[in-house]
């Protein structure tokens, strides 16, 4: 296995570039199978989203646009405080919104976010998550494109930090449990 700086940490690879690779071609088939002939536009949730996103929207075989929000949750907050710190580009009113996440946990973050989006009227909304961290989940929501399930693990890699590095690994894996003790 290619070596990256900071990996040491790696414990296993959960999910492998192919697997990842294979995964990812299904979800943007499906994708293009239900947004046909629409105004297909993916919004993703910065940062770590732009890794999944840049495979995923090469997959999807429709015309579609991107766009891009930032958010914050609010120190110590919980409860689901979030707050926007780049807001998207363009109105959404009308166009069929699949939104992008590399890794819906508690749910808080996205169900901020829907709500937000929901109130601009697109034509439709619906969510895409590379994982799912489903035993975390704190508010319910509804997921119509999910890649994996997977453990209630600390993640690196495809787009998954630790202390904002290796977002660049291009696999899945858990990290040692001292590097985050
Ligand atoms: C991750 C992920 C979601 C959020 C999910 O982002 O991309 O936005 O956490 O967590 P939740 O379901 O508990 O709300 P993160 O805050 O790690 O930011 P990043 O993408 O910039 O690393």
Redesign the pocket.
């Known amino acids: 296995m290619t070596r990256y700086a900071g990996d040491e940490i790696v414990e296993r690879v959960l999910l492998s570039e192919d697997v990842i690779a294979a995964r990812v071609a299904e979800l943007g088939r499906s994708i293009a199978a239900d947004h046909s002939g629409h105004d297909l536009r993916l919004v993703t949730?910065?940062?770590?989203?732009v890794i999944f996103l840049a495979d995923l929207c090469r997959a999807i075989d429709v015309p579609l646009a991107l766009d891009f929000m930032a958010v914050s949750?609010y120190a110590g907050g919980s409860g689901g405080s979030v707050r926007i710190t780049k807001d998207l580009d363009d109105p959404i009113e009308g166009a069929s919104i699949v939104l992008v996440?590399?890794?819906?946990?508690?749910?808080?973050?996205?169900n901020y976010v829907l709500t937000m989006l929901r109130a601009r009227n697109p034509a439709s909304l619906s969510v895409c998550t590379l994982l799912d961290k489903d035993v975390r989940r704190i508010v319910d929501l509804p997921i119509e494109y999910r890649g994996f399930a997977v453990p209630d693990r600390f993640l690196v890699g495809y787009g998954l930090?630790i202390a904002g590095r290796l977002r660049n690994l291009p696999y899945v894996a858990t990290v040692r449990e001292d590097a985050v003790a």
């Not at 949730?45 to 989203?49: A, F, I």
């Not at 996440?101 to 973050?109: A, F, S, V, W, Y």
């Open positions: 949730v910065l940062r770590g989203s949750s996440e590399d890794i819906i946990d508690t749910g808080l973050t996205l930090d």
